[in-house]
């Protein structure tokens, strides 16, 4: 079987468009959260993490044409773009596959009150792909990945099992979505986004903040393209299902606790070699609880958790990529980041929250993700 | 709007818009308990009848937590939506 | 491994390996063909009615896979794996909730609508109903992947990820619609093991072109 490597990354949110300005914010606990009054994406203000569109035209205009690619596509690209330009990886070599996560991609086409240039078909999420990868020059049918809040996590324990089987030498794993009325709708009739900066395990939690953004994680065979002393490996992952209820989350964290455990059980470690778990946290007063049962029935109670949600919101498909890549980099600084939002404990299980920047030699991270329709999943990254 | 007639109408309301297949209105007793033991309504149906009531009444209800007092029986609601619905 | 079971469902027409098990040519609509066609199962089941369309058509197609096999007490709940295909995503459910909020003076989004925009939902449904725990995955291709499928199952079975799958293809856009479900489990567990097919791309391709 063949190991598979951490070669590249980037992160693009409301804090920057490279990952090092991500980890100097989070460093520093600077949000990107804002008040958003904005009518054409809701009718009231609310809170959320949304990136400069002026920013992504100039940013993308030096690479493309804007004219051709949506906001979605132009995000992905970019910061696919901007992984693979301090990398040795052949986008475009037969070799290497490109593996989209997203929950809604181009959904904002189907706004019939704008016009736009774009064929019909690019709201279909592998028409979308197909514009991501030959952008690239990559001629492999990319794979997509729609697992909802999920999605990230699971693209990259797809591209992790690929890439053992030595289908492929490499992997292009990119997730984003964009914020739309469509999303931005759909919550606020679930009640469930905060009325500030989100506040992830906290007693006082009282909902999630949206967020657009995309991330890159490049993952390779070829260990002769990484730098041993920084090497980061995927050790292996799982998914589960809550088999409980389509959009509440389970309330004793089954189906979180068989991802974890699969996880650990893949990448041969047990509870005891953790050093950090980056948890989903949204802020959802249910979503926290269940999480915090999951860790400590799986034994992680002791194990420091953050969630990063408050600085950049919950990006859905964007999620688990965005999220593993800063941990990742925490993992290599020897850094656990603090939970922004985070004050005052406030969940069922006495699980360890990092509530300031903290240094720590980690060996092997957990990262996990739960979401809509009872879906969970973890994977583990090791030095 | 009377009680009773509020009632019957809310009955009919909730049916068309929980897609509660195979129901009559008659079969939903006004005093049963919506969620749990009694109608078994889940927290989505709960977020819909808050949907239902701005839509059809043109009452807010902002925090989903009091929905579980409002949504008690369909009596206790008819009465809620009876002393909260401003005059048309 | 074998395929120990498929159904596929399209036209009007539900066929069970391949033997028709429903059929009409009284509805010529979607959402009355599926309701029709969970009937006809004398389930109890008041959820399937607040289901959006790709939910029921893949929950029918699973109760059809799934009927009389008691493969929940076979299988430890968290080792029985969902890998499902589809297209257009929940394309006919976004359209939906679009149009509850492209108005302003009747803006009114619906959070049983929106639920259902996210495809993977269908498969949230097939594990309520059945108790599995397992590993969830969904793919969106543009066609039918057999290739995709097979070599992803068996990936996830070597890495004993799971050991047994409901596994295939499900895509509604308006009218046009199907699903094609295969149950897939190892010899050692299937007691006239000679009586199916091998799990390969072959073969699955076979049954999805009969």
Same mark, same amino acid.
């Given at each position: 079987?063949?190991?598979?490597?951490?070669?590249?990354?980037?992160?693009?949110?409301?804090?920057?468009?490279?990952?090092?300005?991500?980890?100097?914010?989070?460093?520093?606990?600077?949000?990107?959260?804002?008040?958003?009054?904005?009518?054409?994406?809701?009718?009231?203000?609310?809170?959320?993490?949304?990136?400069?569109?002026?920013?992504?035209?100039?940013?993308?205009?030096?690479?493309?044409?804007?004219?051709?690619?949506?906001?979605?596509?132009?995000?992905? $690209?970019?910061?696919?773009?901007?992984?693979?330009?301090?990398?040795?990886?052949?986008?475009?070599?037969?070799?290497?596959?490109?593996?989209?996560?997203?929950?809604?991609?181009?959904?904002?086409?189907?706004?019939?009150?704008?016009?736009?240039?774009?064929?019909?078909?690019?709201?279909?999420?592998?028409?979308?792909?197909?514009?991501?990868?030959?952008?690239?020059?990559?001629?492999?049918?990319?794979?997509?990945?729609?697992?909802?809040?999920?999605?990230?996590?699971?693209?990259?324990?797809?591209?992790?099992?690929?890439?053992?089987?030595?289908?492929?030498?490499?992997?292009?794993?990119?997730?984003?979505?964009?914020?739309?009325?469509?999303?931005?709708?759909?919550?606020?009739?679930?009640?469930?986004?905060?009325?500030?900066?989100?506040?992830?395990?906290?007693?006082?939690?009282?909902?999630?903040?949206?967020?657009?953004?995309?991330?890159?994680?490049?993952?390779?065979?070829?260990?002769?393209?990484?730098?041993?002393?920084?090497?980061?490996?995927?050790?292996?992952?799982?998914?589960?299902?809550?088999?409980?209820?389509?959009?509440?989350?389970?309330?004793?964290?089954?189906?979180?606790?068989?991802?974890?455990?699969?996880?650990?059980?893949?990448?041969?470690?047990?509870?005891?070699?953790?050093?950090?778990?980056?948890?989903?946290?949204?802020?959802?007063?249910?979503?926290?609880?269940?999480?915090?049962?999951?860790?400590?029935?799986?034994?992680?109670?002791?194990?420091?958790?953050?969630?990063?949600?408050?600085?950049?919101?919950?990006?859905?498909?964007?999620?688990?990529?965005?999220?593993?890549?800063?941990? $990742?980099?925490?993992?290599?600084?020897?850094?656990?980041?603090?939970?922004?939002?985070?004050?005052?404990?406030?969940?069922?299980?006495?699980?360890?929250?990092?509530?300031?920047?903290?240094?720590?030699?980690?060996?092997?991270?957990?990262?996990?993700?739960?979401?809509?329709?009872?879906?969970?999943?973890?994977?583990?990254?090791?030095? | 709007?009377?009680?009773?007639?509020?009632?019957?109408?809310?009955?009919?309301?909730?049916?068309?818009?929980?897609?509660?297949?195979?129901?009559?209105?008659?079969?939903?007793?006004?005093?049963?308990?919506?969620?749990?033991?009694?109608?078994?309504?889940?927290?989505?149906?709960?977020?819909? $009848?808050?949907?239902?009531?701005?839509?059809?009444?043109?009452?807010?209800?902002?925090?989903?937590?009091?929905?579980?007092?409002?949504?008690?029986?369909?009596?206790?609601?008819?009465?809620? $939506?009876?002393?909260?619905?401003?005059?048309? | =491994?074998?395929?120990?079971?498929?159904?596929?469902?399209?036209?009007?027409?539900?066929?069970?390996?391949?033997?028709?098990?429903?059929?009409?040519?009284?509805?010529?609509?979607?959402?009355?063909?599926?309701?029709?066609?969970?009937?006809?199962?004398?389930?109890?089941?008041?959820?399937?009615?607040? =289901?959006?369309?790709?939910?029921?058509?893949?929950?029918?197609?699973?109760?059809?896979?799934?009927?009389?096999?008691?493969?929940?007490?076979?299988?430890?709940?968290?080792?029985?794996?969902?890998?499902?295909?589809?297209?257009?995503?929940?394309?006919?459910?976004?359209?939906?909730?679009?149009?509850?909020?492209?108005?302003?003076?009747?803006?009114?989004?619906?959070?049983?609508?929106?639920?259902?925009?996210?495809?993977?939902? =269908?498969?949230?449904?097939?594990?309520?109903?059945?108790?599995?725990?397992?590993?969830?995955?969904?793919?969106?291709?543009?066609?039918?992947?057999?290739?995709?499928?097979?070599?992803?199952?068996?990936?996830?079975?070597?890495?004993?990820? =799971?050991?047994?799958?409901?596994?295939?293809?499900?895509?509604?856009?308006?009218?046009?619609?199907?699903?094609?479900?295969?149950?897939?489990?190892?010899?050692?567990?299937?007691?006239?093991?000679?009586?199916?097919?091998?799990?390969?791309?072959?073969?699955?391709?076979?049954?999805?072109?009969?």
């Amino acid at each position: 079987m063949h190991n598979v490597f951490v070669v590249g990354q980037n992160a693009i949110t409301s804090l920057g468009f490279t990952l090092a300005e991500h980890i100097d914010k989070i460093k520093n606990n600077i949000s990107g959260v804002k008040r958003i009054d904005d009518k054409v994406l809701f009718p009231e203000s609310f809170y959320a993490s949304l990136i400069d569109n002026v920013l992504l035209h100039q940013h993308f205009a030096s690479i493309g044409n804007p004219d051709s690619y949506t906001k979605f596509e132009q995000l992905l $690209i970019l910061s696919a773009h901007l992984a693979l330009k301090d990398s040795t990886v052949n986008a475009a070599s037969h070799k290497t596959i490109f593996i989209i996560s997203t929950t809604k991609g181009n959904i904002n086409l189907l706004d019939t009150r704008q016009s736009n240039s774009f064929s019909a078909d690019r709201v279909y999420l592998w028409k979308a792909a197909q514009q991501i990868a030959r952008f690239f020059g990559n001629n492999n049918t990319p794979i997509v990945i729609s697992n909802a809040c999920i999605s990230g996590v699971v693209a990259i324990n797809f591209a992790n099992d690929l890439l053992n089987s030595g289908a492929y030498d490499n992997a292009v794993v990119i997730g984003g979505d964009i914020a739309t009325e469509f999303v931005v709708s759909g919550f606020q009739s679930f009640k469930s986004m905060s009325f500030g900066i989100c506040k992830p395990f906290d007693a006082h939690r009282d909902g999630l903040n949206l967020g657009e953004g995309a991330g890159t994680i490049l993952l390779s065979t070829q260990a002769a393209d990484c730098d041993a002393k920084q090497s980061i490996k995927v050790l292996g992952g799982a998914s589960s299902n809550d088999a409980n209820h389509i959009s509440g989350p389970s309330r004793t964290g089954d189906g979180l606790y068989f991802a974890v455990t699969k996880a650990m059980k893949q990448a041969s470690i047990t509870a005891q070699d953790v050093d950090f778990i980056s948890a989903h946290g949204t802020a959802t007063p249910f979503n926290d609880d269940m999480e915090a049962k999951a860790f400590h029935r799986a034994g992680l109670c002791d194990v420091p958790i953050n969630s990063l949600k408050g600085y950049f919101g919950h990006t859905l498909g964007g999620a688990g990529i965005i999220e593993s890549v800063i941990s $990742i980099q925490g993992m290599k600084e020897n850094l656990l980041f603090n939970t922004m939002g985070y004050e005052e404990f406030g969940v069922e299980e006495p699980v360890t929250i990092v509530d300031h920047l903290t240094e720590k030699e980690q060996n092997y991270i957990l990262k996990t993700a739960s979401g809509f329709g009872g879906c969970n999943a973890a994977v583990i990254f090791a030095k | 709007m009377e009680e009773k007639e509020l009632i019957d109408k809310l009955r009919k309301e909730i049916i068309q818009q929980l897609n509660l297949e195979d129901m009559n209105p008659e079969d939903i007793d006004p005093d049963l308990a919506l969620f749990g033991e009694g109608l078994g309504l889940d927290s989505i149906d709960a977020l819909e $009848i808050i949907v239902l009531l701005e839509k059809n009444y043109g009452i807010k209800i902002e925090d989903p937590k009091q929905g579980k007092t409002i949504f008690a029986s369909i009596r206790v609601l008819a009465n809620y $939506i009876l002393t909260h619905q401003k005059p048309q | =491994m074998l395929i120990t079971r498929s159904v596929h469902i399209t036209h009007q027409r539900i066929t069970c390996d391949n033997q028709t098990v429903f059929e009409t040519s009284d509805v010529n609509i979607f959402t009355e063909f599926i309701k029709a066609g969970f009937k006809s199962l004398n389930a109890t089941y008041p959820k399937f009615y607040k =289901m959006d369309s790709l939910s029921k058509l893949a929950f029918v197609a699973s109760e059809f896979l799934l009927r009389d096999q008691d493969i929940a007490q076979r299988y430890a709940p968290e080792s029985i794996g969902l890998v499902f295909q589809n297209a257009a995503s929940s394309i006919d459910i976004d359209k939906d909730h679009q149009l509850t909020i492209q108005d302003r003076a009747n803006y009114f989004p619906s959070p049983a609508l929106f639920v259902y925009t996210l495809p993977n939902i =269908m498969m949230g449904e097939i594990c309520i109903r059945n108790k599995f725990f397992g590993e969830n995955a969904l793919f969106i291709t543009e066609k039918f992947d057999a290739e995709l499928l097979y070599n992803h199952i068996t990936v996830m079975l070597a890495k004993h990820k =799971m050991d047994a799958c409901i596994a295939g293809w499900t895509n509604v856009e308006q009218e046009q619609y199907e699903s094609f479900l295969l149950l897939i489990e190892p010899e050692t567990m299937v007691s006239n093991s000679k009586e199916f097919r091998t799990f390969d791309a072959a073969n699955i391709l076979k049954l999805y072109t009969i």
